[in-house]
């Protein structure tokens, strides 16, 4: 389930112009941190208002 959930919003992200896909998650769920690796997502730096947090991981997805 989680695959179609994450293929859906990455087509509706597509469809609506969107070049990317970035998230904020904590290191305390390393289960969701692998699942958004597993389907492409990196960690990157902060974006947005977000500071840099050892509380925050911030992961990107470019959408091609």
Same mark, same amino acid.
């Given at each position: 389930?989680?695959?179609?959930?994450?293929? *859906? %919003?990455?087509?509706?992200?597509?469809? !609506?112009? +969107?070049?990317?896909?970035?998230?904020?998650?904590?290191?305390?769920?390393?289960?969701?941190? *692998? %699942?958004?690796?597993?389907?492409?997502? !990196?960690? +990157?730096?902060?974006?947005?208002?977000?500071?840099?947090?050892?509380?925050?991981?911030?992961?990107?997805?470019?959408?091609?």
């Amino acid at each position: 389930m989680a695959r179609q959930l994450m293929h *859906a %919003l990455e087509q509706a992200a597509r469809d !609506a112009g +969107c070049p990317a896909l970035v998230l904020e998650t904590g290191p305390s769920q390393p289960e969701a941190i *692998a %699942l958004y690796e597993r389907h492409g997502f !990196a960690r +990157c730096g902060p974006y947005g208002g977000y500071r840099d947090d050892p509380l925050s991981v911030f992961m990107r997805k470019p959408l091609r």
